[in-house]
């Protein structure tokens, strides 16, 4: 027997009144309120009550239920503090919950669009200038371009708004300040917002992008087409404080990029702390990128097929084709590398569009934490630069007089050789080093020529190289089978060598050169010297140039190169029978300097004043201890 359900009849009567009180709000809901978003006096209402904040249109607007909304052919424009936007959809849909609007809470979920376009170009800033850029941002229609307000906000209770359930799809096209693209858009996310000025926060749950052509400033483009597919997002943050790269801090990425793009300049978010190198270029970028508020994750693991791959450091810039790999993973030690590999690469000096090295042999490392933004008061001792270069060739010796101080009395006038590397850089700390070996070096000391073999052996052994600061103490540097013109009496048509071997040396990477070295000198014999003095039209002095004939030479030089200026301190150097001490200053105006030469019990002073010279055999040596440069 089947039970009994029938409701009592005053629950029957009541229930019966309310279905006819929905039935009836509905019936009212559906006729009143479609009417009003049909009627056009309605956006007029609605687009009256902030004119200069907010206006929207729509060409058809429909509700089938009380909050329920949907929008065809819509538009909305508007002003915030600091920036002009519009948004313009081809169909929307969302339902507003309308009780917690009573509370300043604005909750809409079931966000559902179609065909995207969306326009954002700054306000007029009292302390910002436009005037490069501002042909390059968008019009938007239906708004002048007014100051920015930069008055402090008042006070008052906020509103917060929570958008729910977004999906949006189709073709989306933007242009946001210089950049303007469009993509092929199938995207889930959220959005919170408590209005004015924050925080906000924003998730992208799924994104499924297929990028078209993007450009920058007009027809620069930035990439041709790719995809991103994963998840994306922003922790709350604060818009009008959190700006620029502090943004990295908030940022959530799980995607898979595959983008051939016309400028790696993104790479450079990846050495943030290491402020002297730059990255450009263009290729191929695909692989995985996680990224977690300023921390790249394990699983990362993305690589550049490199069209054009260029690396600049001060004054310089590595140019080539290559790859770059970007991992994080167990297989790194946890850590984040960065790794740069040349083909065909040429190194130039800025200002010199001759090659320094060029050849195909040189790769990069950056190791760190990646962690990509420094913690303030904070060193990342976990950041490693290892330069490995198997074998580059240097077309041009003479290239290198470029970083001399312009009165550097060593001109290197020729030659080609081979240079080799490896260095290890940190952040308080610097070791490696650097092998050149040439077998035509071409030299001019003052106005004597000089045509040999040259090995220079440079140490890292220390330094600062976040302030290309470096301790080259214990480098080498070895002239051999060196052929001198001019006066060779006395050594029977031998080769001249020397060694020079700093036993102290710092040196800094500015433009020129910046170096302070302790040096000890040993040579073969003094025959350059001789030929320098002995070579000057109508100066042969025969005591001179017999005492400074002599073999088997060592002593040690002090010099200080800074400023423009090549200063040779108190230096010395001795052999049988024979002392030689030298002062001098050699500027790009001027030179100045004496050369004290002692033979046996006989000594004298030569004075060096630009091309004039003058010998003293009075009191040479008080004269000596005594001489100060004019410079």
Do not use: C
């Amino acid at each position: 027997m089947k039970p009994d359900l029938k409701l009592p009849p005053n629950i029957r009567r009541w229930a019966v009144r309310i279905v006819k009180i929905v039935v009836v709000v509905e019936l009212a809901w559906l006729v009143v309120i479609n009417t009003l978003l049909q009627i056009p006096y309605t956006q007029t209402v609605i687009n009256d009550i902030r004119p200069e904040k907010f206006h929207v249109t729509w060409e058809n607007a429909w509700s089938p239920y009380p909050g329920r909304v949907y929008l065809r052919d819509a538009s909305a424009n508007g002003n915030s503090r600091s920036q002009i936007w519009q948004l313009d959809v081809n169909s929307v849909s969302g339902t507003v919950r309308l009780l917690p609007l009573i509370f300043k809470r604005v909750w809409i979920n079931n966000v559902s669009g179609n065909n995207v376009t969306f326009r954002m170009r700054p306000r007029i800033y009292p302390n910002r200038d436009f005037s490069r850029t501002e042909n390059f941002f968008p019009v938007i229609e239906g708004r002048e371009v007014t100051p920015a307000v930069t008055t402090p906000r008042k006070k008052k209770r906020p509103w917060h708004i929570a958008v729910d359930d977004i999906h949006v799809s189709g073709q989306s096209d933007y242009w946001v300040y210089q950049l303007q693209g469009s993509t092929v858009t199938k995207i889930e996310g959220a959005l919170t917002y408590q209005a004015p000025g924050g925080p906000l926060e924003l998730e992208l749950s799924k994104m499924d992008l297929h990028l078209g052509t993007h450009y920058l400033n007009g027809n620069y483009e930035v990439f041709r087409q790719g995809s991103v597919n994963g998840s994306m997002g922003f922790a709350p943050f604060i818009p009008r404080e959190d700006k620029g790269l502090a943004l990295l801090d908030f940022l959530l990425l799980d995607v898979d990029v595959d983008i051939d793009v016309n400028s790696l300049k993104f790479i450079k978010l990846f050495l943030l702390k290491v402020r002297a190198l730059d990255v450009d270029g263009s290729g191929i970028v695909s692989g995985p990128l996680v990224f977690d508020k300023g921390l790249v994750l394990d699983g990362t693991n993305l690589a550049v097929d490199a069209r054009d791959l260029q690396i600049g450091f001060p004054a310089h810039r590595i140019r080539g084709s290559g790859s770059v790999d970007l991992k994080k993973g167990p297989d790194n030690g946890g850590l984040l590398d960065l790794a740069f590999r040349f083909l065909d690469l040429e190194l130039t000096h800025m200002e010199d569009t001759r090659p320094v090295v060029a050849g195909n042999d040189l790769l990069i490392h950056v190791s760190s934490n990646g962690q990509l933004l420094p913690k303030s008061g904070q060193q990342d001792e976990s950041i490693v630069v290892n330069v490995d270069i198997g074998q580059l060739g240097v077309p041009d010796l003479a290239v290198f007089q470029g970083y001399m101080s312009p009165g550097f009395p060593l001109s290197i006038t020729g030659g080609k050789a081979v240079l080799a590397a490896s260095l290890q850089l940190k952040p308080g700390d610097a070791g490696g080093h650097i092998r050149l070996v040439s077998d035509d070096t071409r030299v001019r000391l003052v106005d004597q020529d000089l045509l040999g073999d040259l090995t220079a052996s440079i140490e890292l052994t220390g330094g600062i190289p976040q302030d290309l600061e470096f301790d080259i103490s214990g480098s080498e540097f070895i002239l051999d089978n060196v052929k001198v013109s001019g006066e060779e009496a006395g050594f029977n048509d031998q080769n001249w060598t020397a060694t020079l071997e700093l036993l102290q040396a710092d040196l800094t990477l500015t433009d020129p050169l910046r170096l302070s070295a302790k040096a000890k000198l040993k040579a073969s014999d003094s025959r350059p010297l001789v030929a320098v003095f002995s070579n000057q039209d109508g100066w042969r002095p025969k005591f001179i140039a017999r005492a400074l004939t002599v073999e088997d030479i060592e002593g040690t030089a002090n010099v200080e190169m800074k400023d423009g200026r090549v200063e040779i301190l108190d230096s010395w150097v001795s052999s049988d029978n024979i002392e030689i001490g030298a002062k001098a200053v050699f500027t790009g105006s001027g030179n100045d300097g004496v050369v004290y030469v002692k033979y046996k019990k006989i000594d004298a002073v030569l004075k060096l004043d630009n091309d004039k010279r003058n010998i003293d055999l009075v009191r040479a040596k008080k004269k000596y201890d005594t001489f100060e440069t004019s410079y």
